[in-house]
């Protein structure tokens, strides 16, 4: 009661002015208070008032901002392009050594093998070997041959980036004269001689080293420098040495456009019973640039014999016409081409011991298309090759009625050249190969190209059957017949080759298999080389096994 007193006392004297103001008429005195106001309310309902939202503005506005460009510098890690993974065939088990053993007829022996091995993707190692014989002695006397090769090879990986290669080599090839036969057959039936006699061996000795650059460098440049080295004698004292020391250098630009510098030194000493050398000088310098639809390298090679120095072109120039089912090219080679005594025997091994050794000088220009259509994968091309001294072969006068041999003479030759290549699958197990190479020869000086050859037709098939178990081999080898002078001077064509071959291979399981080769089904008895005929049917079987 108190504090309502108090509140309505302040109220009176804050009203009292205005009360006076509006009944100025009252009389001045006291006044009583009779009664306490005590207001109070009367009982109401609440109002309730629900709010709700605005409706929504479904008006479209366009806006326009000007915002003025400015360029912001940001450096970043280039991205690690990764590629994507992708499911592929199972790779097959590989195996570091192989063997092959076999006979057949006439007298044939094979034996063969080899190991490979990398240690720790620091260094490699290799060994081989292989001899191939046979004796076709009962039909024709000291028809017979014998080849032997054994080898090693082994590559070391430096942690500075360079490597270290190595190999080793010798070989022993035993051929016979027995052209006899065919040379006395109507003179004297009964003329016959023991083996030893008739016998020619070549035995040769290689040793080689290489250094190089294992890595990539950071400059793109590649370099190499190494050395080959043979030592080679026969039956009859002839002896040659051979030392070509190969120096080299290729910077790449934008990882596809190469340059390249190559130094060459070749020497070569022949001793019968004189001293012949034959020595030459290489320096070699081109540039391959690659475009998107075209390849052109131009280089030389720039040749020293004798302190006579050459200049031979080395240029081609290829296209795709239409991708890679149709490309063009054209282009230019030329260089010294050795005929040693290796090289020469290795190709006729029935010369005589005591020959000149030269230099084949050529200039060989050449087009042609190639490309690749639904699989079918082909090649022709036309040329025209200028040679100096080319190598041709005549039988010895002096020796042709006793133990023929050939002679070695030289002449400048145009040659006209036509070759092709095709390979094409059938299916996906059978495949089909061929290639076809023919020379139109013009000597200068001699009649004929004598004993080379003008037409020669390769082709061959390849099926594969039972999950690579098993591949069957059919090839057919055609040969014009050489040219060859008669006993009475004059020039005359040898008969012809036609070879048909047939073989297979089988794997019994994946370490053991056998193979068989059946050669010169047709037994034909064509004499690549005059008074020599080839074997005719010859047979070859054996097992093999990889480890």
Do not use: C
């Not at 080319?390 to 010895?396: K, M």
């Amino acid at each position: 009661m108190k504090i309502q007193t108090i509140i309505y006392s302040i109220f009176f004297l804050f009203t009292l002015p205005t009360f006076t103001f509006a009944q100025p008429d009252l009389p001045s005195g006291q006044v009583d208070v009779i009664r306490n106001f005590e207001a109070r309310l009367l009982e109401s309902d609440p109002i309730k008032i629900r709010p709700e939202l605005p409706a929504l503005d479904t008006s479209v506005r366009r806006q326009t901002y000007n915002i003025a460009s400015k360029t912001f510098e940001v450096e970043y890690q280039p991205p690690r392009i990764r590629p994507i993974a992708m499911r592929g065939e199972d790779v097959q088990q590989g195996y570091n050594g192989y063997a092959r053993l076999g006979g057949g007829f006439p007298g044939a022996v094979l034996a063969e093998g080899g190991y490979n091995a990398i240690v720790e993707d620091q260094y490699n190692f290799g060994v081989n070997v292989r001899h191939h014989s046979a004796n076709n002695t009962k039909n024709i006397e000291n028809q017979r041959f014998g080849l032997t090769n054994l080898g090693a090879n082994g590559t070391y990986y430096l942690e500075q980036g360079f490597g270290v290669s190595a190999n080793l080599g010798y070989t022993i090839d035993n051929v016979h004269f027995y052209g006899y036969n065919e040379v006395n057959e109507e003179r004297d039936p009964d003329l016959s001689f023991e083996s030893e006699d008739v016998k020619q061996s070549f035995t040769t000795f290689d040793v080689g080293a290489r250094l190089f650059n294992s890595q990539r460098t950071q400059a793109d440049f590649n370099y190499h420098a190494g050395f080959n080295a043979y030592f080679m004698q026969d039956e009859y004292a002839a002896r040659e040495n051979g030392f070509k020391l190969d120096i080299g250098a290729t910077k790449w630009f934008n990882e596809r456009n190469p340059l390249r510098i190559n130094l060459l030194t070749d020497f070569t000493t022949f001793r019968d019973t004189a001293k012949q050398t034959l020595n030459n000088f290489f320096l070699q310098p081109s540039f391959t640039l690659h475009g998107e639809v075209f390849k052109a390298e131009i280089g030389a090679n720039i040749a020293s014999h004798e302190d006579e120095f050459s200049l031979f072109p080395d240029v081609e120039l290829s296209a795709n016409i239409i991708g890679s089912v149709l490309g063009a090219f054209v282009g230019a080679e030329g260089s010294l081409q050795k005929n040693t005594f290796r090289s020469l025997s290795d190709y006729n091994p029935f010369i005589v011991s005591r020959l000149m050794v030269e230099n084949t000088r050529y200039n060989h220009y050449y087009g042609g298309i190639r490309g690749n259509f639904q699989g079918v994968e082909y090649r022709a091309q036309l040329g025209f090759k200028q040679a100096d001294d080319l190598a041709l072969f005549l039988i010895n006068p002096a020796t042709d009625t006793f133990i023929p041999r050939f002679d070695v003479l030289y002449d400048t030759v145009s040659i006209i050249n036509i070759n092709g290549t095709l390979s094409f699958p059938l299916n996906d197990n059978l495949t089909v190969l061929g290639t076809v190479n023919y020379n139109l020869y013009d000597p200068k000086n001699q009649e004929k190209a004598w004993h080379l050859p003008a037409l020669t037709i390769n082709s061959g098939l390849r099926y594969g059957a039972l999950e690579g178990k098993l591949l069957v081999k059919a090839d057919l080898f055609l040969e014009n017949g050489v040219p060859f002078r008669n006993e009475n001077g004059e020039a005359e064509n040898l008969n012809a080759l036609f070879d048909i071959s047939l073989g297979a291979d089988y794997l019994f399981t994946d370490r053991i298999g056998a193979f068989v080769q059946i050669n010169n089904l047709a037994n034909n008895r064509r004499q690549r080389w005059q008074y020599y005929p080839m074997f005719g049917l010859n047979a070859m079987a054996g097992i093999s096994a990889r480890f």
